[in-house]
Structure formats: C-alpha cells, structure tokens
C-alpha cells in the first residue's frame, strides 16, 4: 500500500524551486494525478516523480496570474512574508494573516 503524507497545507505562501513563481495552495493530491498528455510535456530530465504529493496553487508572476499543478520537490516555503496578488483568492481565502491564508469560502 502507498502511503504519503504532503509536506505543505492548504493556505500555505510557496514558490517554485526552478521557475519563477509564487503561489497559495487550493488543493492537494496525495500523487499525481492530472492528465499523461501533461506529464508527458515536461521534458524526461525534469520531470519528477509521480509517486509524491502535487499541490494545486493560485500562482502568479510578473505578467500574470493562473492556477498551476507542481510536484512537492519543486516547492519551497515562501519567505518574503508578502500576500500574493491573485485575483480569486477571495473566493476561497479570507485575508493574510501571518504569512498564510485562512480557508474561507462561503456555500450556496
């Protein structure tokens, strides 16, 4: 049986390891789990494995802001301690409070 356990939480500040970007994670998946097609277009001597977590994030960078998929190895804690400017954060989050964002969403 495959047991993993994910290394960062939902609200939690990352930024890519390689590339630059930051994010808020929205979700977690406990292995990968998006489409062959995708993992695929990654070039074989960066792509990691599938067999760790995968965080879904609200990421943005200096042009522009969307939803992102990135193995755990390719995270790290965010440490500039500033908000990230994504525009559906609200939906999900209420405000940064101590370097991460509180779950908040509201039910229909």
């Keep these: 049986m495959f047991k993993t356990a994910a290394k960062y939480h939902i609200g939690q500040v990352l930024r890519h390891r390689k590339h630059p970007f930051r ?8 292995m990968f789990s998006n489409t062959e097609e995708w993992y695929h277009a990654i070039p074989e001597e960066a792509r990691p ?18 939803v992102a998929y990135v193995s755990e190895q390719n995270l790290v ?10 525009p ?11 370097g991460r964002y509180p779950l908040q969403f509201n039910l229909n």
């Design 23 to 30: 994010g808020v994670v929205f979700d977690v998946d406990a």
């Design 77 to 86: 804690p965010d440490e500039t301690g500033e908000p990230v400017g994504h």
């Design 49 to 66: 494995s599938r067999n760790q977590p995968f965080y879904h994030l609200l990421a943005e960078n200096d042009q522009s802001y969307y």
């Design 88 to 98: 559906d954060l609200p939906d999900l989050f209420g405000d940064f409070e101590d």
